[in-house]
């Protein structure tokens, strides 16, 4: 660690951001954190197959090994160009990640990485490597061993260490190997073919067949319990041909297009994606506008209200636990908090309602890309059985964002219309980090696959890709580095596809011209190709991303189609308030680029109960249609609005009265109001024992049109009461780790390592001795000294200019060790240049535990 430079503790720290909570007090507790177990598997986490290849294959080689040998067990025998060529990255990698050290003559694994990477019988390495001769001769007779060496032909020696470093030379020779296995029977080599790759285990009966007998009579299979024999480490590389590995990985799998676009042709699919979008989540805050479904006990959403949602929105079940996380992600639903919890919008719905198109597209956008809940989860089990509910409080993953980032990096990629094929792009993530699909013990875990087939699915919904490849909106969502195409390991991709690419045209042999998808998507482009001269922060990539689908997006209309069959057709977007109107006014019907509505009794009367006449609704229809008012349409209204208000509703419990004493006389006559229990109380008027509002839903089922009215007479209008929760943040995503630090605190915390190692390393001056290095200080113990020793040695210091270690305890009680310059000193107070800290700081004199002049000065 001290041989490193300041750049490359910054690199570490940035690899591995758990090293830096808290801040190590110096380079000692630096490297010893970085070898703790939990460490060091997060790091191996993040290696890429290769670079875990060579890690595995140092920990296998002896130690310490020099870089010969790891290249041998990597490249083999044949000397593999292409890994010969990666080895050294990979090896700067593991350097680089401190988990690796040593010169090159001289590599050491650090030690927990090689328990953890080394085989053992409880856990076998991912190399199929059994243990070497010396481990697996570790408690075996020594008579047995020379039975073992005379049986091989080579010479008896006087003691068993010796005895096994003689098999262990046979063994790693190939000539005498080679010379040895030419005498084996074909079933003892096909004993050992069976071995050679893994598991390097196999089990035995009391009497072995005569192959197993040969291998075991000349140590060619070891006894690793009285059932089990192992195939030596050093026997397998020969037959191995010296490989490690059977397919070592140095390049990353190249992503294989499944279909070209035209980029217009992907940026308008994406476009009319998002546009359903929003759609669909302004459509579920309206079926929740008056207050949602409850919440479990256990916190959620039940099945039930899932399915119900479901039909609302017109989509499944899954699609509709997607919308609705998606609008919890993005603060736009919560739960409001009351006795009888129930979830509804928040007004923050309201604020994103006001927002353009585009900039509502962003905010859910950048609310998935962050969000660690899995939707995906939803109607699976935890490890308790328990069945996982949409909103419900265990839905989070930690690795959702990274994944999710990293697969939209490998769509941009390939050049622009580029699909890369759903198994190639699981092969490339799989490869960039394999632990994360199997622990570091082996345990499979496809959690890491399935985040990123939901990822694949849900950026096609929001339109962040189109027909399978990454939109312009999705480019400009990611940093600029993850926007660079990358070359060496995309090439064959770039060659088979860019022809096709610059033609225009599709896999499915369809043209698809530039001009197909209109200027607007050109437009799209050039804005994003514009706004990425700017800062590259996340707000900076949702405008960039607002602004590149702006142009792809139609204008809202304010017109609207009306159609014999009482059905208006919507043609594109409608202003808010037409499609406010509309929607009270007409059931959706369809819903798509037209969005069809129909007309029905039902709805004319919400509009009349509303506060509309009809009056009001043939303006309203013969201002905003481009067709003529139909005929039909023309007669429901009158229709309705003739009938409505025709019966009153009040409070008698409830009471109806008509002008009318025939309607009266029929209601009473029909059988299904005798639930309502109704009673003459004058010619016009019947008494209820109903309240007023099951007495307006029950006259409305017998087919009448009632209105409600006031105590004082007047009908009253019903409009929908909005209900809102309480003002709510957005759920805060659970990360898999530690977060990624800025750089200025990682700057920061390097010059707080260098100035505590240089406190705990240094060489003092104790009072009364000659300079030279102190036991205390060499061991890191702070300095004591009484007070009037400290403030002569500190006024001494300000007088020279000198530097000096102090002991200091804070007002915490928390001690710590520091190296300051003093540059003055009164009213009990030193100030100081802190090297700690980097900066210019004042000290209470009695708190300073003691004091000791510094051999040499750091400054």
Same mark, same amino acid.
């Given at each position: ?485 990358? +070359?060496?390991?995309? %090439? $064959?991709?770039? *060659? /088979? =596809?860019? #022809?096709?690419?610059?033609? &225009?045209?599709?896999?499915? @042999? !369809? ?5 197909? +998808?209109?200027?607007? %998507? $050109?437009?799209? *482009? /050039? =804005?994003? #190709?514009?706004?990425?001269? &700017?800062?590259?922060?996340? @707000? !900076? ?28 057709? !919507? ?289």
């Amino acid at each position: 660690m001290r041989s490193r430079g300041d750049a490359s503790l910054i690199a570490l720290l940035q690899a591995r951001p758990d090293l830096l909570s808290p801040v190590p007090s110096d380079l000692s507790q630096l490297a010893g954190r970085a070898g703790t177990r939990a460490s060091v598997v997060r790091a191996l986490e993040r290696l890429d197959r290769f670079t875990l290849q060579t890690a595995q294959a140092l920990a296998v080689a002896p130690e310490p090994s020099p870089l010969a040998t790891l290249r041998a067990l990597l490249a083999g025998d044949d000397r593999d160009p292409a890994v010969e060529a990666a080895l050294p990255v990979a090896l700067d990698t593991l350097r680089d990640q401190a988990l690796v050290w040593g010169d090159e003559d001289r590599l050491r694994l650090v030690r927990t990485a090689r328990e953890l990477l080394a085989p053992s019988a409880s856990q076998p390495s991912p190399t199929g490597l059994g243990p070497t001769v010396a481990e697996a001769t570790n408690g075996m007779s020594p008579g047995r061993v020379q039975e073992i060496l005379t049986a091989v032909g080579l010479p008896s020696t006087h003691d068993g260490v010796s005895a096994v470093a003689s098999l262990t030379a046979l063994f790693t020779d190939r000539r005498r190997m080679a010379e040895l296995l030419d005498t084996a029977p074909g079933e003892a080599l096909a004993v050992l073919d069976r071995l050679v790759w893994g598991p390097p285990y196999g089990e035995v009966t009391a009497s072995s067949t005569p192959p197993v007998q040969w291998l075991r009579h000349r140590g060619l299979l070891l006894p690793a319990s009285p059932r089990t024999v192992v195939l030596p480490r050093e026997v397998a590389l020969h037959l191995r041909g010296g490989r490690a590995h059977r397919q070592p990985e140095p390049l990353p799998p190249v992503l294989e297009p499944r279909g070209v676009y035209a980029p217009p042709v992907v940026d308008s699919a994406a476009a009319a994606q998002a546009f359903t979008a929003l759609d669909i989540v302004e459509e579920l805050g309206k079926d929740w506008n008056e207050g949602g479904p409850g919440v479990l006990r256990a916190g959620g959403l039940s099945v039930r209200d899932l399915k119900r949602t479901a039909a609302a929105l017109d989509t499944t079940e899954p699609l509709a636990a997607f919308w609705v996380e998606l609008a919890y992600a993005a603060g736009l639903i919560a739960a409001d908090g009351e006795a009888d919890e129930r979830y509804a919008p928040t007004p923050a719905y309201d604020d994103w309602q006001e927002l353009t198109a585009p900039e509502r597209w962003a905010v859910l956008a950048t609310a998935w890309l962050a969000a660690t809940r899995t939707p995906g989860l939803v109607g699976s089990q935890d490890s308790r059985g328990r069945t996982l509910s949409a909103l419900g409080p265990d839905l989070d993953r930690g690795a959702a964002p990274e994944v999710r980032g990293r697969v939209l990096a490998l769509l941009a990629l390939p050049p622009e219309g580029t699909s890369p094929t759903r198994a190639s792009l699981l092969d490339r993530l799989n490869w960039e980090r394999p632990l994360r699909g199997a622990g570091v013990t082996g345990r499979t875990e496809d959690l890491r696959s399935r985040l990123a087939n939901w990822t694949l699915d849900e950026s096609e919904l929001l339109g962040i890709t189109g027909r399978g490849a990454l939109s312009a909106m999705g480019r400009a969502l990611l940093p600029e580095a993850a926007r660079e195409p990358d +070359a060496p390991h995309e %090439a $064959a991709v770039s *060659r /088979e =596809t860019g #022809a096709e690419a610059t033609q &225009g045209r599709d896999t499915e @042999g !369809a043209a698809a011209p530039a001009h197909a +998808a209109g200027g607007a %998507a $050109a437009q799209a *482009r /050039e =804005t994003v #190709a514009a706004a990425d001269t &700017g800062a590259d922060a996340p @707000g !900076a990539r949702a405008a960039r991303a607002a602004r590149a689908l702006a142009p792809l997006l139609p204008e809202p209309l304010d017109h609207v189609l009306l159609q014999a069959d009482l059905t208006a057709v !919507a043609p594109g977007p409608l202003l808010r308030p037409l499609a406010d109107l509309l929607s009270v006014a007409a059931e959706i019907e369809s819903r798509g680029g037209a969005t069809v509505y129909r007309f029905t009794p039902g709805s004319v009367r919400r509009a009349l109960d509303a506060g509309q006449s009809a009056s009001d609704l043939h303006a309203f229809l013969n201002n905003h249609s481009r067709t003529p008012v139909p005929q039909p349409l023309s007669y429901l209204i009158d229709d309705v609005a003739r009938k409505h208000g025709h019966l009153r509703v009040g409070v008698a419990s409830a009471y109806v009265r008509s002008d009318d004493g025939a309607v009266l006389g029929e209601i009473l006559a029909d059988k299904r109001s005798a639930n309502l229990r109704l009673r003459r109380l004058a010619p016009t008027v019947l008494a209820a024992q109903a309240d007023p509002a099951t007495l307006l839903d029950g006259l409305r089922a017998m087919g009448f049109a009632p209105a409600a009215e006031s105590a004082e007479g007047d009908v009253l209008v019903t409009r929908a009461h909005a209900h809102r929760t309480p003002a709510r943040t957005a759920p805060a995503p659970v990360p898999d780790g530690p977060p990624l630090p800025e750089p200025p605190l990682l700057a920061a915390a390097v010059r707080a390592i260098r100035a505590g190692d240089l406190a705990a390393t240094v060489e003092r001056k104790p009072l009364g001795q000659a300079p030279g290095p102190d036991p205390a200080a060499t061991a890191g113990e702070p300095p004591r000294t009484t007070a009037a020793e400290t403030l002569a040695t500190v006024q001494a210091a300000v007088l020279t200019a000198s530097a000096l270690w102090i002991g200091y305890v804070n007002a915490e009680g928390a001690a710590s060790q520091r190296v300051i310059a003093p540059v003055r000193v009164e009213g009990g107070f030193v100030t100081a240049y802190d090297h700690t800290a980097d900066e210019v700081r004042t000290y209470p004199l009695h708190r300073i535990t003691g004091v000791a002049e510094l051999a040499d000065d750091p400054a």
